[in-house]
């Protein structure tokens, strides 16, 4: 079993506007880093991320940067850290994708993979399917009508 996931939107925006939403710390601090994003998303860079939701900041690892078109990303799973503990033990790999399509929206993919093939590792990949669909219904929230779809949402 490979765990792995896609998760998939379109943003009624400009590719550069959707882009720039996800690599510029003070734009992803508005609609998915609730705690802060410190560090702008360029290859070879290591930025803190933080969740009111998880607190904790975590460190993301940034692999590689195209910009415009993709991002791709190392950050920790805890999915076979000993029962009650929460530290990082490997990384998995996220891929985001955005393309931009003929009637002037972007397609945002997001893929993880890293997971072990485990029942912690099978829980943890849903955890994080379900917090990169959240972010793609945040950002497109966020960019098509100004809305903070997370305020509130987890605290």
Not at 10 to 31: K, M, Q
Not at 76 to 88: L, Q, V
């Amino acid at each position: 079993m490979d765990l792995k996931f896609n998760v998939a939107g379109r943003i009624a925006r400009p590719v550069n506007d959707v882009f720039e939403a996800v690599a510029n710390p003070d734009h992803l601090s508005h609609f998915f880093t609730t705690g802060g994003a410190k560090g702008r998303l360029e290859t070879g860079a290591t930025v803190t991320w933080d969740f009111a939701d998880f607190p904790g900041a975590f460190p993301v690892h940034v692999v590689e940067v195209v910009p415009n078109r993709k991002i791709v990303l190392h950050w920790g799973s805890a999915d076979d850290a000993p029962e009650g503990e929460t530290a990082a033990t490997h990384d998995n790999t996220v891929t985001m994708t955005f393309e931009q399509l003929d009637d002037g929206r972007t397609l945002v993919q997001i893929t993880e993979e890293g997971w072990k093939e485990t029942p912690k590792g099978l829980k943890a990949s849903y955890g994080n399917c379900e917090g990169w669909t959240g972010m793609l219904c945040a950002m497109k929230v966020w960019l098509e009508h100004g809305i903070n779809l997370r305020e509130g949402f987890y605290k």
